[in-house]
């Protein structure tokens, strides 16, 4: 049982594998429990940003088969202070 399911991602690798694909068609059902987090976004600058989030929303309209938009939030989840070198707006 769990209360909430993250799905991270990385700017860097946003290619869905078969594995993941099968967790989450495995997860279908528990769809209020999931939260899709586009982590590292500090290390990006705004257009790649927008890049990416666009690659992404691609890539998770071919796995979840919605007429809705997946929420995604964005953010940089690390120990270490926020990096301002590549996206001064993170």
Same mark, same amino acid.
């Not at 120990?79 to 070198?85: A, L, V």
């Given at each position: 049982? $769990?209360? @909430?399911? &993250?799905? @991270? +991602?990385d700017p860097y690798k946003?290619? !869905? /594998?078969? =594995? +993941?694909?099968n967790?989450?068609? /495995? !997860?279908k059902?528990?769809?209020?429990? #999931?939260? !899709?987090?586009?982590?590292?976004?500090?290390?990006?600058?705004s257009?790649? &940003?927008?890049? #990416?989030?666009?690659a &992404?929303m691609?890539? &998770?309209g071919?796995? +979840?088969?919605t007429? =809705?938009? #997946?929420r #995604?939030?964005?953010?940089?989840f690390n !120990?270490?202070?926020? $990096?301002?070198?590549?996206?001064? @707006?993170?």
């Open positions: 049982r $769990s209360d @909430l399911i &993250l799905l @991270l +991602f946003l290619d !869905i /594998s078969d =594995e +993941f694909k967790v989450i068609h /495995s !997860i059902g528990h769809d209020d429990k #999931v939260r !899709i987090v586009l982590n590292k976004a500090d290390q990006v600058d257009q790649q &940003l927008m890049r #990416v989030y666009g &992404l691609w890539s &998770l071919k796995v +979840f088969n007429p =809705e938009v #997946v #995604v939030y964005i953010g940089s !120990i270490k202070p926020i $990096s301002n070198d590549k996206n001064p @707006l993170a």
